[in-house]
């Protein structure tokens, strides 16, 4: 099993940036594929990026799609998201998801095939 835990967001004017880090604990986190996913107000639950485990290959959600960079450091046991010219539109709680890939370079945009979740941490970016 595997604990983690998110933290880095705040409120931000619109235009700024933020980053949001995820720690995990427990098995080892390189065997993980990793995933930011974002859930707003009266809204479902959203892709917004993944990082295979070798941390080589990355995927995003459109809209975030040059202004979001994900990351990992597994020396450090720890994945980042790295949020600019932020958006109203980006307000939502955002949740990091560890999927146990078989493959190094597997990684998936499905919530489903997530087995692990951290509690959420609030981005709320101001007009």
């Known amino acids: 099993q595997v604990q983690l835990v998110e933290s880095g967001g705040e409120l931000v004017q619109g235009g700024g940036s933020l980053r949001l880090s995820c720690s995990a604990s427990?098995?080892?986190?390189?065997?993980?594929?990793m995933g930011w996913f974002r859930q707003a107000p009266g809204k479902e639950r959203e892709f917004v990026a993944a990082i295979s485990r070798s941390g080589r290959s990355t995927s995003y959600a459109d809209s975030v799609k040059g202004r979001f960079i994900i990351s990992r450091d597994n020396a450090k046991n720890t994945v980042y998201l790295q949020m600019n010219s932020l958006k109203p539109e980006d307000t939502a709680v955002y949740y990091c998801?560890?999927?146990?890939?078989?493959?190094?370079?597997?990684?998936?945009?499905?919530?489903?095939?997530?087995?692990?979740w951290g509690q959420g941490t609030q981005v709320t970016v101001s007009s």
């Open positions: 998801a560890a999927d146990p890939a078989l493959s190094a370079s597997y990684y998936s945009a499905a919530s489903y095939e997530y087995d692990y």
């Open positions: 427990g098995r080892s986190f390189s065997r993980y594929a």
